[in-house]
């Protein structure tokens, strides 16, 4: 004799209540997902990076040791200005600027030297002397010659049009955005940045910092190299080689 299993009665879900459900999963599901674009917009560009003690130490350190040269070279009086026939500088960052004091960064900024190994050129006067040596651990300055001009403004010379670096190829691009102030080709940008002419703040905003690069041996041998730039700080002529170096 069989026996049979009273069958199982399966409760049917009312459609409207389907209908509810499946709206606030449609509803969750979107808010999870705005939640995550929203959490990519604000760590976007900001990796967390874990920092060891030792590193807070050096940037403490070296932020106090910029307050107190800062400190003592306002007690001193300003250095004397170079000679009248130098009128024209070019700046070149040599070392990193992690941790520096607030003051060395702003003035690093006003020079446009935010990143490492990149140069600009600077006219000589009472401020922007006092402006090398606030940053002179960071940075080689002196007097470059007309060679040293030409050759970084035919090779790295950009300016920016929009948000895009344009290359100085072209003598029409100079004209257009040069021309009323009577520079309308690359040799007439050359002479009044080293003549240092009454244009030259304007020809100098156009020129965007110049881009240098490190020979390919400095991945390898970074000491080598270090030693090869010398000493940050003022260096006369000589920095000439350094731009023959890097460029």
């Known amino acids: 004799m069989h026996h049979f299993l009273p069958l199982k009665v399966i409760k049917l879900v009312p459609e409207y209540l389907l209908k509810k459900r499946k709206t606030y999963q449609a509803i969750k599901a979107t808010q999870a997902k705005l939640a995550l674009l929203e959490k990519r917009k604000v760590s976007k560009g900001k990796p967390f990076k ?45 070392r990193e600027i992690k941790g520096v004091s607030p003051k060395v960064m702003k003035v690093i900024q006003m020079m446009r030297l935010r990143k490492i190994f990149s140069g600009t050129f600077v006219k000589i006067n009472k401020t922007s002397v006092a402006m090398m040596k606030m940053v002179e651990p960071y940075v080689a300055w002196g007097f470059p010659n007309l060679k ?27 004209e257009q955005h040069m021309g009323k102030t009577g520079i309308i080709c690359l040799e007439d940008l050359i002479h009044e940045i080293y003549s240092v002419g009454k244009s ?48």
């Open 200 to 247: 030259f703040r304007a020809a100098n905003n156009f020129l965007l910092p110049f881009k240098l690069s490190v020979p390919r041996h400095a991945a390898r041998d970074k000491a080598g190299l270090l030693k090869d730039l010398g000493n940050p700080g003022f260096r006369a002529t000589d920095i000439n080689s350094i731009i023959r170096l890097l460029n």
């Open 148 to 174: 040293s001009v030409r050759e970084l403004i035919l090779k790295r010379g950009q300016t920016r049009i929009g948000s895009r670096r344009v290359p100085l190829t072209d003598n029409a691009l100079i």
């Open 50 to 94: 874990f920092k060891r003690l030792e590193d807070f130490l050096k940037d403490g350190h070296r932020k106090h040791r910029d307050e107190t040269r800062i400190r003592r070279a306002d007690r001193r009086p300003l250095p004397p200005l170079p000679l009248e026939k130098n009128k024209l500088a070019f700046v070149v960052r040599i």
